[in-house]
């Protein structure tokens, strides 16, 4: 069941920004950092921002990420072709002792 | 590096025991997890173990049904999955805890097998 709530999709041009939102409640994105995941067509997901805004080795930083309250948001910057994409928000959730994900934002480059 | 495998076709209310062996780093120090991804749809975290195995636990929509094991010497993480239905079909994804704990993110994935539950 898909507790945090995404967009389902956003696009851009080549070099625009794009930015995804995730909105959660206090159990899950309130108390606990929010993770974001890319999955490309045909592939397993990939970690690409995890504790809200750090970013793993070998991803660039064009992707970042912020969280508010009980939202977050990943933003795209010089938006690319191979940015095209299925985007995931998720964390941890303390009421049902486990993870939730994001509803998934498909990316489109226009 | 994290290869699943043991997907197939089953039955509705048949078994299937899935399996995800790992390598590259000390397999005995992470939490593991499930996720999986119905056919065109998202991500769905299916179930915890702990590094010990100590600690468990499951979504409530196989809660129940499937049961999550390790073998640390093997390196190996599995699923048992029973009493099957429709909804379960999607491929299954084996991931790693980054930090060693429960609560972080998933750092490394397998290459996912699929499940199909139909007659």
């Known amino acids: 069941q898909s507790v945090l709530t995404q967009p389902p999709s956003a696009s851009g041009t080549p070099g625009q920004r794009v930015t995804i939102s995730c909105s959660g409640g206090s159990s899950n994105i309130g108390s606990n950092t929010v993770n974001w995941y890319q999955q490309l067509p045909g592939t397993a997901p990939k970690l690409l921002i995890y504790s809200n805004y750090r970013r793993p080795s070998g991803v660039p930083d064009r992707f970042s990420g912020s969280k508010s309250g009980t939202s977050a948001s990943l933003a795209i910057s010089g938006l690319q072709s191979e940015d095209e994409a299925d985007y995931y928000c998720?964390?941890?959730?303390?009421?049902?002792?486990?993870?939730?994900f994001g509803t998934g934002t498909k990316v489109t480059v226009l | 590096q994290l290869v699943e495998s043991g997907g197939a076709l089953v039955k509705p209310g048949g078994s299937l025991r899935l399996s995800c062996a790992a390598s590259g780093f000390t397999f005995s120090d992470f939490y593991m997890n499930w996720i999986r991804q119905a056919p065109g749809k998202g991500l769905e975290w299916v179930s915890y173990i702990s590094s010990g195995s100590s600690y468990t636990n499951y979504a409530d929509s196989v809660k129940g049904r499937f049961t999550i094991s390790r073998d640390n010497a093997k390196k190996s993480l599995y699923l048992q999955m029973n009493s099957l239905r429709a909804e379960d079909t999607a491929v299954y994804y084996c991931?790693?805890?980054?930090?060693?704990?429960?609560?972080?993110?998933?750092?490394?994935w397998g290459q996912g097998t699929m499940v199909t539950v139909s007659s």
């Open positions: 991931a790693r805890d980054r930090s060693g704990q429960v609560g972080d993110a998933f750092d490394i």
């Open positions: 998720a964390a941890w959730d303390d009421s049902l002792n486990g993870y939730v």
